[in-house]
Each structure stands twice: as C-alpha cells, then as structure tokens.
C-alpha cells in the first residue's frame, strides 16, 4: 500500500513539475520570439536606412562625375579654338 501511494505521488509530482516546466518554456519561448521579431524589425529598419543614405550619396556622386567631365569636355572644346 505504501508502495503504491509513494508511486502515485511520484507521478504526480512528475506530472505538476512536468507542465510547470513546459508552461515556463513556452513563456521563455514566446518571449525570446517577441524578442527576435523586435531585433528583426529594428535590423530592417536600419537597413532601409542605410541603403538610402547609399543611394544619396552614389546620386551625388554621379552628378559630381558628370559635372567634371562636362568641364573637362568643355575645357578641351575651348582650348581646339
């Protein structure tokens, strides 16, 4: 008999920490998930910020290039003359 109830309460003491332990992970889980998708979302904005910047200043260099080589075409034209 008191094989049987120390049994028993064994089982039971697995079964209340067993879910104890899942509920507590599933909580870690889905807070290290809100986490990750908070990181994610700060990296992608980060990201769109930076490929924007490179577009600025890739465009101001174009415009710089063009605008020495429309000095440098003149400069030669001028000189032939």
């Known amino acids: 008999m008191f094989d049987a109830a120390g049994a028993a309460w064994s089982e039971h003491v697995l079964t209340i920490a067993t879910e104890r332990f899942e509920k ?3 909580q870690e889980v889905s807070t290290l998930r809100e986490e990750f998708h908070r990181s994610l979302t700060d990296i992608r904005q980060e990201i769109a910020t930076t490929r924007f910047e490179l577009l600025k200043w890739t465009f101001l260099f ?4 063009v605008a ?3 000095g440098l075409l003149s ?3 001028g000189a032939r003359r």
Do not use: C, H, K, P
Request: hydrophobic share 60%.
């Open 68 to 70: 020495v080589m429309a």
């Open 24 to 26: 507590r992970l599933t």
């Open 75 to 77: 400069y030669m034209l």
């Open 62 to 65: 174009w415009i710089g290039q």
